[in-house]
C-alpha cells in the first residue's frame, strides 16, 4: 500500500497542515480501530475457513488464499502502526523500524494486486480452457506461482527502499518515515506501470473474454437443448400416430445432453385402431420432468454456476479498481506537481487502498457460495448463543465446527442430480 510513505512527504501528516482537534483525532483513531478489527476478521474468517473446510483448499481458492493474506498483513500491521503517525505528525519508531514498515508496506500493496490478476487468469483459463487447465495445473505449481507473486512484489520495492536513500545521499528528516523516490517520476511511473495499469488491463481483457466465452457456450447449449427437445417431440408424435394402430405396444427412448441413454419402455394393449393418441398418451405417465424442462435446468444451472463465478471476479476486480485508480493518478501527479494534490485529497486516495483490504472477505461471503457456507458455518454457533443470550430464544441450530467438512462438494451435487432424473 503505497500511498502512507508518499503521504507523510514533505511534513505530510505534520508542517504544512494543521494539528488535529481532539475531537477529531479521537473520530479518527476510532474510525481507524473499526476499520483495522474489520480488515483483520474478515480475512482471518477466510483463512480459517480455507484450513478448516477441505472442499476449499483446491488450486483456484489458493490464490483467493495468498489475497487474504495480505490484507490481512494491512490490517494487523500496516494500519495499527501507520495511525499514531497520522494522529500526531510525527513518527516516533525510530529510522530502522520505518524502513521496515515501508518496505513490508509496499511489497504487501504489490502483492495484492497480482494475486488479484493469478485469479482473474485463473478464472479465464478455467472456462475458456477448462479441460487442458485442470489437466495441467498442481497444488506444485500453484505454490510456486503464490512464492513468485511475493518475490515480484518485493523486487519491486524492497531494493529500492533499502538504498535509494543511500545512493543519493538524502537523509530522512527527524520525526519522518517516507521513502526516498516520492518525487522521482519515472521509477514511480514504471513501478506504476508493473503494479497497476498493466494488472488492470490484463484482468479487465480477461474478464471480459470469460464473459464472453460464457455467453457464446450459453448460446450453443439452448440450442442444442431445443434441437433435443424438438428431436423427442418428433419421435413420440411419429410412433404414436404411424405404429400405434398396427402395434398395440409403444416404446420412448429419450436422450439429453447430461445423462446416457435411457430407454423408457411401457407396454400397454390398446384397443384397435381407433384408439386416440391423446388417450394413448394419458396411460403413458414418465417419471420426472418431461425430457425438455430437463435440458433447460441443466443449462441453466450449469450457466447460472458459471456466471455467479465470473461476476464474483468481476465485483472483486471493479472494487479493486475503484481503490486504486484515485491513489495511483493522485501519486503521479503529485510526483511532478505537489502543489496540484491537496494534502487532504491525497490522504482519502491512500486511504482507499486500505478500504480494498477491508472489503475483499465481504465480497468472498456474497459472490462465492463454498465460502459462505464455510462462513456460515463457522460463525453460526456464535451468533446463536448472541441470540440466546439477548432474547432467551433459540435460533435453528447450525452445524457445529465438528460438522465443517461435511459441505457439499461440486461432485455430490452432480450425484444428487444424476440420482434424482
Given at each position: ?65 495468498n489475497l487474504a493474506i495480505t490484507d490481512f498483513v494491512i490490517g494487523v500491521f ?268 491525497f490522504e482519502w486516495a491512500f486511504w482507499m487502498l486500505w478500504l480494498n483490504s ?26 446463536c448463543r448472541c441470540w440466546k443470550c439477548v432474547t432467551g430464544d433459540k435460533l ?26
Open positions: 500500500m503505497n500511498g502512507s510513505a508518499e503521504n507523510s512527504t514533505e511534513g505530510t501528516p505534520g508542517d504544512d497542515q494543521a494539528p488535529l482537534s481532539p475531537e477529531v483525532t479521537v473520530l479518527l483513531a476510532v474510525v481507524i480501530s473499526i476499520a483495522a478489527l474489520l480488515t483483520i476478521a474478515g480475512n482471518v474468517l477466510v483463512i480459517v475457513s480455507f484450513i478448516l473446510v477441505k472442499e476449499l483448499r483446491i488450486s483456484s481458492n489458493y490464490f483467493i488464499l500496516a494500519m495499527p502502526v501507520y495511525a499514531p503517525y497520522l494522529l500526531s505528525g510525527v513518527w516516533q519508531l525510530g529510522e530502522t523500524f520505518c524502513t521496515v514498515w515501508l518496505v513490508i508496506d509496499y511489497v504487501d500493496g504489490s502483492a495484492s494486486v497480482l494475486s488479484i490478476t493469478l485469479i482473474s487468469l485463473d478464472r479465464y483459463l478455467l472456462v475458456t480452457k477448462a479441460i487442458k487447465h485442470r489437466a495441467q495445473r498442481s497444488l506444485k505449481k500453484t505454490v510456486v506461482m503464490m512464492v513468485s507473486v511475493w518475490i515480484i512484489a518485493f523486487l519491486l520495492y524492497g531494493p529500492a527502499i533499502l538504498v535509494w536513500r543511500t545512493l543519493s545521499g538524502v537523509e530522512l528528516p527527524e520525526g519522518k518515515c517516507y521513502v526516498g523516490f516520492h518525487e522521482n517520476f519515472p521509477f514511480l511511473f514504471s513501478t506504476a506501470l508493473v503494479e497497476f495499469f498493466i494488472p488492470f488491463t490484463s484482468v479487465a481483457v480477461m474478464n471480459f473474454a470469460t464473459y464472453w466465452s460464457i455467453r457464446r457456450r450459453g448460446k450453443r447449449l439452448r440450442r442444442h437443448g431445443a434441437m433435443r427437445t424438438s428431436n423427442i417431440r418428433g419421435e413420440r408424435t411419429g410412433r404414436s400416430t404411424g405404429k400405434l394402430a398396427r402395434k398395440p405396444q409403444l416404446h420412448l427412448t429419450v436422450r439429453t445432453p447430461a445423462t446416457k441413454e435411457r430407454r423408457l419402455s411401457r407396454t400397454h394393449t390398446f384397443p384397435p385402431a381407433q384408439q386416440d393418441i391423446k388417450n394413448a398418451a394419458k396411460q403413458l405417465k414418465l417419471s420426472g420432468e418431461p425430457p425438455s424442462q430437463r435440458v433447460s435446468d441443466l443449462s441453466k444451472n450449469t450457466r447460472a454456476r458459471e456466471k455467479k463465478a465470473a461476476r464474483a471476479l468481476a465485483i472483486i476486480v471493479t472494487t479493486f479498481a475503484i481503490c486504486w485508480a484515485p491513489y495511483t493518478i493522485t501519486m503521479l501527479v503529485r510526483s511532478l506537481c505537489r502543489s496540484c494534490v491537496s494534502d487532504t485529497l477491508m472489503l475483499n472477505p465481504f465480497l468472498y461471503a456474497m459472490c462465492h457460495m463454498q465460502f459462505r457456507e464455510a462462513f456460515k458455518k463457522l460463525l453460526g454457533p456464535f451468533f435453528k441450530k447450525r452445524p457445529s465446527l465438528t460438522d465443517i467438512n461435511k459441505l457439499p462438494t461440486p461432485e455430490d451435487k452432480q450425484k444428487d442430480t444424476n440420482g434424482a432424473i
